[in-house]
C-alpha cells in the first residue's frame, strides 16, 4: 500500500518505466536496497524493525525508490566503466615500457576511489530528499524520516566520521543532519496536500525529540546533584515522556542506596515524567539526584540521558560527566 502511494506521487510518476514491486527476504540483517529493474527488497530485520507503522515504512521505500528516480545504479556502472577504461589503458602504456606509468596508476586508483565513494554518498543523500518530497505529498508527514533514521541508529551504532569517509553510505545522524536542512520544504509540501493530519495515510506523526545541551551542578545546600535537560519537542501533546538518567563508573553501573533511586538490579537511576501541553514546545527538565542515593563512595561519574514513551526510545544523549557534593 505504500509503495504504491509514493510511485502515484507526481514526483514518483517521473519514475523510468520498470516492473516495480517489493520483495520481503528471510535475512536477519537490518537492510534494504534497491536492483537495477526497480526491485525493492526488505530484509527480516528490516521488517522487524519498522512493524506495521506505515510512516517509517515510507521513509524506507521512498529512499529506495530514490535511488532508480536517481538513475543511481546506472551512474555507478558508468564510473566503473569509464575507471576501467583508464586502467586497461595504465597497463598498456605499462606493457610497451613507460616505467612512469606506475606512480600515475596508483594516483588515479586513490583518487578515483575516495572521489566514488564520496559520489555513492551523496547519492544516498540524493535518494533521501526524493523519497522525503515523495512521502510528503503522498501523504507521511516529514518527521517519519527522522524517527526512522534514529530507529535505525539505535539498532545500528553511527560508524566514526573517519569510517563513514571510507565507506559508500553516510552516517545515519549525517542524513538525518542533510534533512533537516530540507524538512521545511518538505512540510510544505505536506500541509498543502494533507491540511488535516488526521486523514493522512501515514497520521498523526510520531514524538520528535531535540536535545540540547546538558548541564551539571551541585547542590550542596541539600547535598544532591543537579542535571538540567534543556529540549524540544514536536508531535507529543498529552504524551507522558520519560526521562531517564543512568550512571556508570569504569564503564560499570553504580549502584544505588535508595528505592526510588534504583534499577530491579540495584543499580543508581534517576527517573523524571513530563507531559507536553501542546504540539510543538520547548522544556527544560531539571532532575535532582541526593548524595544518599550513591551506593558507593565515589562522587564522580559518567552518565547518559535516554527520553522514552511508553514504547519507543525518542532521544539519547552523548555521555558526560556528574559530581555529587559531599555527604
Same mark, same amino acid.
Given at each position: 500500500?505504500?509503495?504504491?502511494? +509514493? *510511485?502515484?506521487?507526481?514526483? #514518483?510518476?517521473?519514475?523510468?518505466? @520498470?516492473?516495480? $514491486?517489493?520483495?520481503? !527476504?528471510?535475512? &536477519?540483517?537490518?537492510?534494504?536496497?534497491?536492483?537495477?529493474?526497480?526491485?525493492?527488497?526488505?530484509?527480516?530485520?528490516?521488517?522487524? +524493525? *519498522?512493524?506495521?507503522?506505515? #510512516?517509517?515504512?515510507?521513509?524506507? @521505500?521512498?529512499? $529506495?525508490?530514490?535511488? !532508480?528516480?536517481? &538513475?543511481?545504479?546506472?551512474?555507478?556502472?558508468?564510473?566503473?566503466?569509464?575507471?576501467?577504461?583508464?586502467?586497461?589503458?595504465?597497463?598498456?602504456?605499462?606493457?610497451?615500457?613507460?616505467?612512469?606509468?606506475?606512480?600515475?596508476?596508483?594516483?588515479?586508483?586513490?583518487?578515483?576511489?575516495?572521489?566514488?565513494?564520496?559520489?555513492?554518498?551523496?547519492?544516498?543523500?540524493?535518494?533521501?530528499?526524493?523519497?522525503?518530497?515523495?512521502?510528503?505529498?503522498?501523504?507521511?508527514?516529514?518527521?517519519?524520516?527522522?524517527?526512522?533514521?534514529?530507529?535505525?541508529?539505535?539498532?545500528?551504532?553511527?560508524?566514526?566520521?573517519?569510517?563513514?569517509?571510507?565507506?559508500?553510505?553516510?552516517?545515519?545522524?549525517?542524513?538525518?543532519?542533510?534533512?533537516?536542512?530540507?524538512?521545511?520544504?518538505?512540510?510544505?509540501?505536506?500541509?498543502?496536500?494533507?491540511?488535516?493530519?488526521?486523514?493522512?495515510?501515514?497520521?498523526?506523526?510520531?514524538?520528535?525529540?531535540?536535545?540540547?545541551?546538558?548541564?551539571?551542578?551541585?547542590?550542596?545546600?541539600?547535598?544532591?546533584?543537579?542535571?538540567?535537560?534543556?529540549?524540544?519537542?514536536?508531535?507529543?501533546?498529552?504524551?507522558?515522556?520519560?526521562?531517564?538518567?543512568?550512571?556508570?563508573?569504569?564503564?560499570?553501573?553504580?549502584?544505588?542506596?535508595?528505592?526510588?533511586?534504583?534499577?530491579?538490579?540495584?543499580?543508581?537511576?534517576?527517573?523524571?515524567?513530563?507531559?507536553?501541553?501542546?504540539?510543538?514546545?520547548?522544556?527544560?527538565?531539571?532532575?535532582?539526584?541526593?548524595?544518599?542515593?550513591?551506593?558507593?563512595?565515589?562522587?564522580?561519574?559518567?552518565?547518559?540521558?535516554?527520553?522514552?514513551?511508553?514504547?519507543?526510545?525518542?532521544?539519547?544523549?552523548?555521555?558526560?560527566?556528574?559530581?555529587?557534593?559531599?555527604?
Amino acid at each position: 500500500m505504500v509503495f504504491d502511494d +509514493l *510511485l502515484r506521487t507526481s514526483l #514518483g510518476r517521473r519514475r523510468p518505466y @520498470l516492473p516495480y $514491486e517489493v520483495t520481503l !527476504t528471510d535475512n &536477519r540483517a537490518i537492510n534494504a536496497f534497491t536492483a537495477p529493474d526497480g526491485k525493492v527488497y526488505v530484509y527480516r530485520g528490516m521488517v522487524s +524493525l *519498522l512493524g506495521n507503522n506505515a #510512516g517509517l515504512w515510507a521513509a524506507l @521505500l521512498g529512499h $529506495e525508490i530514490g535511488h !532508480t528516480l536517481g &538513475r543511481h545504479y546506472y551512474k555507478s556502472q558508468l564510473r566503473y566503466v569509464e575507471r576501467q577504461r583508464e586502467l586497461a589503458d595504465y597497463r598498456a602504456r605499462a606493457a610497451a615500457g613507460d616505467e612512469g606509468v606506475v606512480w600515475e596508476e596508483l594516483t588515479f586508483r586513490l583518487l578515483t576511489g575516495a572521489i566514488n565513494l564520496k559520489l555513492s554518498r551523496e547519492e544516498e543523500h540524493e535518494a533521501d530528499r526524493l523519497g522525503l518530497g515523495m512521502m510528503a505529498e503522498a501523504g507521511y508527514h516529514p518527521d517519519f524520516t527522522i524517527a526512522f533514521f534514529r530507529r535505525v541508529r539505535a539498532e545500528l551504532p553511527d560508524k566514526s566520521k573517519l569510517g563513514a569517509f571510507f565507506s559508500t553510505h553516510p552516517r545515519s545522524a549525517t542524513r538525518e543532519e542533510r534533512t533537516i536542512k530540507v524538512y521545511n520544504s518538505a512540510l510544505t509540501i505536506f500541509e498543502h496536500f494533507w491540511p488535516d493530519t488526521s486523514q493522512s495515510p501515514g497520521g498523526t506523526p510520531p514524538p520528535i525529540v531535540t536535545l540540547g545541551r546538558i548541564s551539571t551542578s551541585r547542590d550542596r545546600v541539600n547535598k544532591a546533584a543537579v542535571v538540567h535537560v534543556p529540549f524540544q519537542i514536536r508531535n507529543a501533546k498529552d504524551i507522558p515522556i520519560t526521562i531517564i538518567v543512568i550512571f556508570k563508573k569504569n564503564k560499570k553501573l553504580v549502584p544505588g542506596a535508595m528505592k526510588e533511586y534504583q534499577l530491579n538490579d540495584g543499580s543508581l537511576v534517576a527517573i523524571h515524567t513530563v507531559t507536553p501541553d501542546s504540539w510543538s514546545q520547548s522544556m527544560d527538565a531539571t532532575i535532582s539526584i541526593p548524595t544518599s542515593a550513591l551506593g558507593t563512595k565515589s562522587r564522580t561519574f559518567k552518565a547518559m540521558i535516554s527520553l522514552i514513551t511508553r514504547d519507543e526510545n525518542l532521544a539519547y544523549s552523548d555521555i558526560f560527566k556528574v559530581s555529587f557534593p559531599k555527604r
